[in-house]
């Protein structure tokens, strides 16, 4: 589980980042994101009913999108709030490649650091 002080929970901080941010995109996730004034980057999970209309599914979904932001918790940079927005294909993606496509959004997006 993501430490409280790394997500991004307050419904005003998610909608004030859809109407003024930055996006990049993946084959499975999507990203959008700007800069924050805290010293550490904020993230929520989005699963869109469009993806799947199964809870199990879009859970599941979740699940493997927060577990590769905390596998590269010391690798991320700090000062920005994040949204990773679930697409369609990654219903039919292994974890592997969730992976691939998550940390693939985090670098084009400059979040993750090159180790």
């Known amino acids: 589980m993501l430490p409280k002080n790394y997500r991004l929970r307050n419904e005003k901080d998610i909608k004030a ?3 003024n941010s930055k996006s990049v995109f993946d084959v499975g996730v999507g990203l959008r994101y700007k800069k924050n004034q ?8 989005v699963v869109g009913i469009k993806v799947s209309k199964k809870a199990v599914d879009r859970n599941r979904i979740k699940r493997r999108i927060r577990g590769v932001l905390e596998m ?3 690798s991320l940079c700090g000062g920005y709030d994040v949204v990773l927005i679930a697409r369609p294909q990654v219903l039919a993606m292994d974890a592997k490649s969730t ?3 998550v940390e693939t959004v985090l670098n084009k997006a400059g979040i ?3 180790i």
């Open 99 to 101: 992976r691939v496509s």
């Open 72 to 74: 590269n918790i010391e």
């Open 112 to 114: 993750l650091k090159k």
């Open 17 to 19: 980042l859809f109407a």
């Open 38 to 45: 805290n010293p550490h980057s904020r993230f929520a999970v």
